[in-house]
């Protein structure tokens, strides 16, 4: 069972071990008064003395925060992902407190990387994605949505304008969402909606199993030990996750990649397979106006 109350503080966590049983997490004033960048709907701000991370803000959801502690709960040597304090809502922003883990950004450290090293991190990604997908759901109770039932926050579709993504029973039901929104608009135009021609729907595989999804596996969101040998020590910005077709992650890893960039082209392939689909997929990246 997910933890489903707010505020939740975990006094088991290694927060309270090392900072002492009667010590408290800032609370939402004081994360407010530390942060010095630009006000926007998703924020973090760094406790270093206290190896504390707090991500908060109008975008920020429960979601993310129940995806990190499900993780380390169920896979807690398998995925590396920061661990979770607690979290908190206030003033219409929801705060995530989380472990601040020592590392530098893939994105960063790539330009120094050999070429056999690059090879070595996509290998450790490609085990640690084959691991989150052992994640299973109950066969008769399958969704797509986020961990906790809430629609999909995948930017393809959140937006002010485009209805929830979710959540869907069936992958079926999934693209058939995806194709109506290509038609959105066009429907005075056609007599009968349903003859709106969709050229790639019946590309898309509705008997795709539903894996569990980071979504946003761009070199920014990955951590890894500042000197060789390069290891992964965590996997970040899980706000966009949940279970998707299984296609997904290859498809938006390239979505956020330089087109004919090396990190596409050569070393996303190596921890993602390539789907048949994925021609159709950006069809509808392209018709969203992504």
């Not at 922003?93 to 893939?106: A, C, D, K, S, V």
């Not at 898309?204 to 890894?224: C, E, G, K, R, Y």
């Amino acid at each position: 069972m997910l933890p489903s109350d707010s505020p939740v503080v975990f006094k088991e966590s290694t927060y309270f071990s090392e900072n002492g049983p009667n010590s408290s997490l800032p609370s939402p004033a004081i994360v407010r008064a530390t942060h010095t960048g630009h006000l926007s709907r998703s924020m973090t701000v760094r406790f270093e003395d206290l190896k504390l991370v707090v991500k908060y803000g109008r975008e920020i959801t429960i979601a993310e925060a129940l995806c990190l502690w499900a993780i380390r709960r169920f896979l807690p040597d398998q995925v590396p992902v920061p661990e979770v304090y607690g979290w908190c809502e206030d003033g219409g922003e929801f705060f995530i407190y989380m472990e601040f883990i020592q590392g530098e950004t893939l994105e960063n450290k790539w330009k120094w990387l050999s070429k056999p090293e690059r090879i070595d991190v996509c290998g450790q990604l490609r085990v640690m994605l084959s691991e989150l997908r052992s994640l299973k759901q109950d066969p008769e109770n399958q969704f797509l949505g986020h961990i906790n039932r809430e629609p999909l926050l995948d930017i393809m579709f959140t937006d002010d304008v485009k209805p929830p993504a979710g959540p869907f029973s069936s992958v079926k039901e999934f693209h058939d969402w995806l194709s109506f929104l290509t038609k959105r608009g066009k429907e005075k135009h056609w007599p009968d909606p349903s003859l709106i021609p969709d050229p790639a729907r019946d590309s898309l595989p509705d008997n795709s199993p539903i894996t569990f999804t980071h979504a946003d596996l761009h070199p920014s969101n990955i951590l890894v030990t500042s000197d060789a040998p390069y290891r992964i020590v965590a996997i970040i910005d899980w706000h966009q996750s949940g279970w998707y077709p299984d296609y997904w992650e290859y498809c938006k890893a390239t979505y956020t990649a330089e087109y004919n960039g090396e990190w596409n082209t050569q070393y996303i392939p190596r921890f993602a397979d390539i789907p048949e689909c994925y021609d159709a997929w950006s069809f509808y990246v392209q018709s969203f106006g992504c």
